[in-house]
């Protein structure tokens, strides 16, 4: 079990490059498999692609990863069960079933993996696959997808599901006919995915709004794409600025992209100076309460819920903390209350009441952003906070160590 040890209350200054957007690269990976050679760039290096990496590498795709560029050769791709102890490690090899039922139109894998922070069903994708004419098979956790053919049609999704939206986009690119997505989840991934779908020769438009229209082909070649800038990545870390930056520098992001999140910075009185590709942030000692409700994109990201909460925290008064994504991202809570947080949870809300002295202790990491908002949390607390769990964390941050370090921050991963 790996653990991070970090003794807080050092001010953080500097600048930390942000990398690949997780979410993004995660479902490029797969789809790379619908065209032959294609080169991915700016990948995060975080454990998520490694275990995208032994899928292709079971799948006979031939892959290179040379600093934070993947090739991925599909050309002689041999189409196979995807077992549990794969599809297990993350949530998003449920990308291959979109993409294997595009190109090859039968898929067997088992129930995918991820964080523990809600039911997580994945009744939308097969609702889309089952309308292009698939049939799905669920037997003790083991998918079975099969068509003769792929129909392009209207398909209605019942949430805007950034998942079910991508995974219907995959599969649709080889149906015959058009395919029309109404109620897609318009996030900027959304559009990342598109764009490598487009070079590598299929017909997509609409990507990022709610309503997507794919006109399918009957092959796709390979195409060079880069990730786009993680966005919760640096809305973490523009948090942390927030918490305790002097002039910490977030770089390599798209500004606009953490919109939601810098529009309640600015209500709680953080110092920040936006620029397009970078954001400089600096901590207050006088900062305001205020309401963070979660929502779909362009709203407040729910996977930036988890660490704003810590500055809630710091707030000078009461504010609610709303998640209505996912029914279990409170995670964190028991932890922050350990380490001195007067938070109150009621179901999927909390009340924060600031400002709370923060002190080290023992704390588990639950979840991916659950990790990360207590590594925040210790980052500001007296004493030593040690970490346990932290596999959840490096799952999705990429060199979180060294870029924590490199701004002042007195940070260790260990392994016990
Ligand atoms: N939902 C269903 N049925 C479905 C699909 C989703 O009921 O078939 C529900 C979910 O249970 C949830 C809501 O719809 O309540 C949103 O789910 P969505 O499908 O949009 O989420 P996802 O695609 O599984 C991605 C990210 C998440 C992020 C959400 C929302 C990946 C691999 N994961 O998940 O990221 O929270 O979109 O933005 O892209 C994270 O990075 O920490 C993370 C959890």
Redesign the pocket.
């Known amino acids: 079990m790996k653990r991070m040890l970090i003794t807080g209350k050092n001010k953080l200054t500097g600048t930390i490059n942000i990398g690949g957007a ?2 993004s690269a ?2 490029l990976l797969p789809a790379a498999i619908l065209g032959s050679i294609s080169k991915i760039k700016n990948v995060p290096n975080i454990s998520d692609i490694d275990a995208l990496i032994d899928i292709l590498e079971l799948l006979n795709c031939k892959t290179t990863l040379i600093d934070s560029e993947l090739i991925i050769d599909a050309t002689n791709l041999k189409n196979t069960l995807i077992p549990h102890k794969n599809s297990n490690r993350l ?2 090899s449920y990308y291959f079933m979109g993409a294997l039922l595009g190109r090859e139109k039968y898929v067997e894998i088992y129930i995918p993996g ?2 523990n ?10 609702d889309g696959f089952k309308a292009l004419g698939a049939t799905v098979d669920i037997d003790n956790d083991k998918y079975t997808l099969k068509a003769d053919k792929l129909v392009g049609t209207d398909i209605f999704l019942r ?6 939206t991508i995974n219907i986009m995959l599969a649709a690119t080889y149906a015959e006919g058009t395919t029309i997505i109404h109620n897609a ?1 318009e ?1 900027a ?1 959304i559009i990342n995915i598109a764009e490598f779908l487009n070079a590598m020769g299929a017909k997509i438009t609409g990507a990022g709004t709610d309503c997507i229209t794919i006109e399918g082909q009957q092959e796709l070649h390979g195409a060079e794409i880069s990730v786009l800038p993680d966005r ?1 990545e640096a809305g973490t870390y523009i948090i942390l600025g927030a918490l305790i930056g002097d002039n910490l520098c977030i770089k390599n992001i798209i500004s606009k992209h953490v919109e939601a999140l810098t529009t309640k910075l600015k209500e709680m009185g953080v110092p920040l100076i936006i620029n397009d590709d970078n954001i400089i942030v600096s901590s207050s000692d006088n900062l305001n309460p205020c309401n963070i409700k979660t929502l ?2 362009p709203g407040f ?3 930036i819920g988890q660490p704003m909460s810590v500055l809630l925290t710091q707030a000078n008064g009461t504010s609610l903390f709303e998640e209505t ?3 279990n991202r409170m995670g964190h809570v028991p932890s922050l209350k350990k380490m001195g947080a007067n938070i109150v949870v009621n179901g999927m809300s909390a009340i924060i009441n600031g400002p709370t002295k923060l002190h080290g202790c023992e704390v588990i990491a639950t979840d ?2 659950g990790g990360a908002a207590l590594v925040l949390a210790a980052l500001i607390a007296e004493g030593t906070t040690i970490i346990t769990d932290v596999e959840h964390i490096l799952r ?1 941050y990429e060199n979180i160590i060294e870029k924590l370090t490199n701004v002042g921050a007195k940070i260790e991963l260990d392994e016990i």
């Open positions: 997780k979410n995660v479902a949530r998003a991820g964080c922070i809600g039911a997580r069903p994945i009744d939308i994708h097969i949430f805007q599901s950034v998942g079910a989840a996030e991934e919760i779909v994109y990201p729910t996977d994504i996912w029914e991916l952003r999705g």
